[in-house]
């Protein structure tokens, strides 16, 4: 649910990603709001929009990485973990303090154990650790989406690490697409071999790693072929603007088709693929999803994506009194504004600083040991 950038970009911007991003929230915010409000058969695929975000992230972090290594040579790990802790950890940790204090209330009912695999990005295998005895505390707790958070943070560290050792080779973009390729490959045979059980297949890093690969791929590949991609944009407009209509179908319909497990979640990926190129392509897909709304949605979808579902569990049927079409736009509402405010409030000041990178890490460190002491004492 992640973006490139911040302070010292290293790649020009896209609007039209952010678009992307939005329609992607949406479907996430939909599919949600519907279960929660009886509605459980509109938007049966909306979960899906987790999967396009794996794969527009894996392509955003490529291309900062291998574009600061053309530039200047060399990566920086330093100033990108320095990036990515400003990016990600304020908001993150704002809700997690949030709903380990209203915890105390009838609200929510989160364990300590959930607030801390949220504030140290484990939440997926704090689910799978649980088991079926925990899972729908766990998963379905205030804090469960943040299981595609945690898989997004632990492949950024193997994606920095790879790319890092890359570039001591002789042929750094040839061995990140070797290892970015085996990633899939690997992800694929693991979907069908390492167990039987959904959950399993469904939040795992190692499984769910080739979305976030064939970003990484994308990435390599969009580099190399600019050319192409220019001379072919009319074609690749087309191809992207049929991606985006799949994917809106997929949302509607897919639902939890036991393909998905299986490795399909790569062809989700591949047909994501296809919506950022002809996004890049600058053609008619472009400008939809430049559209100034659908860009500030995807501006506000992390935020968006860390609150919703809190919201959506205070505002149950049981306390609004109202259900159905009713409730869900009352939650989608608050949602919004709740988002909205953590953005504007949290996430955008931290994002507009400049600390080094040892402030950096240790108000990281200081902050998260502290929510974490509050998890433990409020929850215990």
Same mark, same amino acid.
């Given at each position: 649910?992640?973006?490139?950038?911040?302070?010292? %970009?290293?790649?020009?911007?896209?609007?039209?990603? #952010?678009?992307? &991003?939005?329609?992607?929230?949406?479907?996430?915010?939909?599919?949600?709001?519907?279960?929660?409000?009886?509605?459980?058969?509109?938007?049966?695929?909306?979960? +899906?929009?987790?999967?396009?975000?794996?794969? +527009?992230?894996?392509?955003?972090?490529?291309?900062?990485?291998?574009?600061?290594?053309?530039?200047?040579?060399?990566?920086?790990?330093? &100033?990108?973990?320095?990036?990515?802790?400003?990016?990600?950890?304020?908001?993150?940790? $704002?809700?997690?303090?949030?709903?380990?204090? +209203?915890?105390?209330?009838?609200?929510?009912?989160?364990?300590?154990?959930?607030?801390?695999?949220? $504030?140290?990005?484990?939440?997926?295998?704090?689910?799978?650790?649980?088991?079926?005895?925990?899972?729908?505390?766990?998963?379905?707790?205030?804090?469960?989406?943040?299981?595609?958070?945690?898989?997004?943070?632990?492949?950024?560290?193997?994606?920095?690490?790879?790319?890092?050792?890359?570039?001591?080779?002789?042929?750094?973009?040839?061995?990140?697409?070797?290892?970015?390729?085996?990633?899939?490959?690997?992800?694929?045979?693991?979907?069908?071999?390492?167990?039987?059980?959904?959950? %399993?297949?469904?939040?795992?890093?190692?499984?769910? =790693?080739?979305?976030?690969?064939?970003?990484?791929?994308?990435?390599?590949?969009?580099?190399?072929?600019?050319?192409?991609?220019?001379?072919?944009?009319?074609?690749?407009?087309?191809?992207?603007?049929?991606?985006?209509?799949?994917?809106?179908?997929?949302?509607?319909? =897919?639902?939890? =088709?036991?393909?998905?497990?299986?490795?399909?979640?790569?062809?989700?990926?591949?047909?994501?693929?296809?919506?950022?190129?002809?996004?890049?392509?600058?053609?008619?897909?472009?400008?939809?999803?430049?559209?100034?709304?659908?860009?500030?949605?995807?501006?506000?979808?992390?935020?968006?994506?860390?609150?919703?579902?809190?919201?959506?569990?205070?505002?149950?049927? #049981?306390? $609004?009194?109202?259900?159905?079409?009713?409730?869900?736009?009352?939650?989608?509402?608050?949602?919004?504004?709740?988002?909205?405010?953590?953005?504007? =409030?949290?996430?955008?000041?931290? %994002?507009?600083?400049?600390?080094?990178?040892?402030?950096?890490?240790?108000?990281?460190?200081?902050?998260?040991?502290?929510?974490?002491?509050?998890?433990?004492?409020?929850?215990?």
């Amino acid at each position: 649910m992640h973006q490139g950038g911040g302070g010292g %970009r290293t790649i020009d911007y896209e609007p039209g990603l #952010d678009g992307l &991003r939005a329609l992607s929230i949406v479907g996430v915010l939909a599919f949600h709001a519907c279960a929660t409000s009886s509605l459980g058969g509109w938007v049966r695929g909306g979960n +899906l929009g987790v999967s396009v975000f794996f794969t +527009l992230s894996g392509f955003l972090i490529t291309s900062l990485l291998v574009t600061e290594h053309a530039r200047s040579g060399r990566i920086d790990l330093a &100033r990108f973990w320095t990036r990515r802790i400003r990016r990600l950890v304020p908001a993150s940790l $704002t809700v997690v303090l949030a709903v380990s204090l +209203l915890s105390a209330t009838s609200w929510f009912d989160v364990r300590a154990a959930d607030a801390l695999a949220a $504030t140290w990005s484990f939440t997926n295998w704090h689910v799978i650790a649980g088991g079926d005895a925990r899972l729908l505390q766990t998963i379905v707790g205030p804090l469960g989406p943040t299981w595609s958070l945690s898989v997004e943070e632990q492949f950024y560290v193997l994606l920095a690490s790879g790319v890092w050792l890359a570039t001591r080779t002789r042929q750094p973009v040839r061995a990140v697409v070797i290892g970015a390729t085996f990633a899939v490959a690997g992800s694929v045979v693991l979907a069908n071999t390492v167990s039987d059980w959904s959950p %399993r297949l469904e939040f795992g890093t190692d499984v769910r =790693a080739a979305e976030l690969a064939i970003g990484c791929l994308l990435a390599i590949a969009v580099r190399s072929g600019r050319e192409h991609l220019v001379r072919r944009a009319a074609a690749f407009d087309t191809a992207g603007l049929l991606a985006v209509t799949g994917l809106v179908v997929l949302f509607l319909t =897919a639902g939890t =088709a036991p393909w998905l497990l299986r490795g399909g979640h790569v062809l989700v990926a591949l047909v994501s693929s296809a919506a950022i190129v002809g996004v890049l392509a600058h053609r008619r897909l472009h400008t939809f999803a430049s559209v100034p709304a659908l860009v500030a949605v995807g501006r506000w979808s992390y935020s968006l994506y860390l609150v919703h579902w809190p919201v959506f569990l205070v505002l149950s049927p #049981d306390r $609004t009194g109202i259900d159905g079409v009713a409730l869900v736009t009352v939650k989608l509402v608050v949602a919004f504004a709740v988002a909205i405010l953590l953005h504007l =409030a949290v996430e955008q000041p931290i %994002r507009r600083r400049q600390p080094s990178t040892a402030i950096t890490v240790s108000a990281w460190l200081g902050a998260s040991a502290a929510v974490s002491v509050v998890a433990l004492v409020a929850l215990s």
